[in-house]
Structure formats: structure tokens, C-alpha cells
């Protein structure tokens, strides 16, 4: 007997769609962090260097150096957003690629410090980012998802009788 199911929005797993998404995301997010935060240190008159992404010392509120590092992070979790909206378009997969970039972002913290982040202001920071990027993506791919699909006459021949 033939199955009875529509073809819109089928959920097959394809890993291969899957895995150039997560690699695209993390490459696109690096890109606009490193974009964002080049941007701030010369505002700054600050030294261009990793560190400014990957080390969670350098995440504070006592000089303006570390606000616009957080400002930085908080404008690429917007930027983020839209990321996700026009690469990965389902409001069910937004939670997982915002928690995948942020935990890729803890190992290779971990790796360049060669230490467990220890800050509550790098944990915050990022649990604020997540949070703030997986909202907003939502509310783009939804607004996106329930857009009216045109049925009718008018839809296939493009002609409306007044």
C-alpha cells in the first residue's frame, strides 16, 4: 500500500546537508566576530589578536577594551541570527545551531587557553549570546515559516477579475 504522506517539509536526515550547515555556520560566525571585533579595536586603538576572541580573560567591564569585547560578541549573536535565518531557514534547528557554535566556541576556548573557562562573565556572556541568538533566528525563520502560501486561481495564473 502507498503511503499517504506530502512531501513539504520532509524530515529525511541527510548528514551531509547537516554537517555543511554546522560548517558554514561556525565559518560564517568566526568570520563576523573577527569582522565585529577588528572593527572595535580600532576603536579602541587595541592590538588585533586572537585573543580578543578566544581568551576568557579578556571578557570584563573594567576598561573599554573588554565592553566592546562584549559588545562585540553581543552584535555577532544578532548577526548570528540572521546567519541562521538564511543558511539553516527551520525554526526547530535554531536552538541546536546556536548551542553547536556556542560549545565549538567552549572546546576551542579550552584548547587556545589550555584551561577550562573559569569566569562567571565568559559564562554569562555566552549563555546570554546563545540565548539571544537562538530567540531571534526563531522569530525570523517563523515569521518566514508562516508566511500565507497562495492557493487558488489567482495563484496559478497570476490574473484577478474585479
Known sequence: MKKLTGTFRNTQ???????????????????????????MDFFAEANHTLDHIFEYHEIHVTDLGGRLVIVAFILNSLVGAGLLWFVVRRTKLCLDFSFT?????LVICWWYNEAFPSTIG?????????????????????????????????????????
Open 13 to 39: 536526515w541527510d548528514p551531509y546537508l547537516l554537517i555543511s550547515q554546522i560548517i558554514a555556520m561556525q565559518a560564517l560566525l568566526y568570520v563576523s566576530l573577527g569582522t565585529i571585533m577588528y572593527v
Open 101 to 105: 557554535f556556542h560549545f565549538t566556541h
Open 122 to 162: 565568559w559564562w554569562m556572556l555566552n549563555a546570554v549570546c546563545t540565548a539571544l541568538m537562538c530567540v531571534c533566528s526563531e522569530f525570523l525563520c517563523l515569521k518566514t515559516e508562516l508566511k500565507e502560501i497562495p492557493v487558488g486561481y489567482t495563484a496559478l495564473n497570476n490574473k484577478v477579475d474585479l
